[in-house]
């Protein structure tokens, strides 16, 4: 399975943008599919996620309200549109795919390193 992230740029606070995540060797049904977001000497922080059997989404509580996750099950690429962004979201963009298995826990599912596969990473800057 690979993974391949696109879509990042330069943007104004305030402006939206989307990301794709292309899930190439298998469909993305058999995964959780999770963007994550690691800024310059910070960690890589859960950003959202789908379940790839029942389609449900997952925010963390920074962007509940100006980001959404969706798929197209045709193209087996998930989707990241962010709105209203903030200088504070500038970060490489990944994209990372999971067993199902991590949705029983939000830890789980937060965590980086419950995913296994992950994309090459897209940039984001969003300048003020």
């Known amino acids: 399975v690979q993974l391949q992230a696109s879509g990042g740029g330069l943007v104004q606070a305030g402006d939206s943008l989307s990301l794709s995540c292309a899930v190439f060797?298998?469909?993305?049904?058999?995964?959780?599919v999770g963007w994550f977001r690691q800024a310059p000497g910070s960690e890589r922080e859960f950003v959202a996620a789908?379940?790839?059997?029942?389609?449900?989404?997952y925010y963390a509580r920074s962007v509940k309200d100006r980001f959404a996750i969706s798929r197209d099950d045709g193209r087996n690429t998930v989707y990241l549109q962010l709105n209203s962004l903030k200088p504070e979201d500038t970060a490489v963009y990944y994209c990372?795919?999971?067993?199902?298995?991590?949705?029983?826990?939000?830890?789980?599912?937060?965590?980086?390193?419950?995913?296994?596969?992950w994309g090459q990473g897209t940039l984001v800057t969003v300048s003020s």
């Open positions: 990372g795919a999971g067993g199902l298995g991590i949705t029983v826990s939000q830890r789980a599912l937060q965590s980086p390193r419950s995913y296994d596969r």
């Open positions: 789908v379940s790839g059997n029942a389609g449900r989404t």
């Open positions: 060797g298998r469909t993305f049904r058999a995964f959780v």
